[in-house]
């Protein structure tokens, strides 16, 4: 304590911090505690918010044993504007010549025999997946499949992987028919 009777800033500070720690915790504690339920049920009245709908005059009218019809009208109609957007996007759709896709390449390198011989093996290991020989200079490549998305070539890439330890996904352009 300080000689004159006035606390330090330390002290100050500790007191402050140990008072707003019990103001804090008796405000968390009073939210904590369980409401109190005088017996009363809760009871609110929704039927003001609730559709209104009205039969028409015809249905009243039916005997009871037929059902009542209902004939409703459409009052707004867009297919004009929904057939207008999708002849839009089949005329855009006609003029697209390629998509952007995926292709596996197993082979890419100078030796055209190599090419061959790996299009071969390919052939002969039964996958059910044919291989297309390129040349684009001065590589040969040899490449498996045309995929629309990554998720189909990722499957038989890894199909390929154990033959072909060289296999990798490419992004390229494929040609729609």
Known sequence: MHPLGRHSTNDYRREMKTNL???SYFVIAQGCVAQQNNGSKYYEDLSVVRPKFEMPVD???KPEGQKATVLVIPSKNVNTKVDFVLDSIDRLNSLRKFVDGFT???YSGQNREEANNTKKKLADEGTGLTAELQYI????RVRVGN???RLEAQKD???LKPVFPNAILIPE???IR
């Open 104 to 106: 596996i390449q197993i």
């Open 157 to 159: 890439l890894l199909l």
């Open 21 to 23: 720690l019990m103001l």
């Open 59 to 61: 249905s009243a009218k």
């Open 137 to 140: 200079q001065p590589k040969f």
């Open 147 to 149: 995929y629309f998305s």
């Open 173 to 175: 352009k494929i040609p």
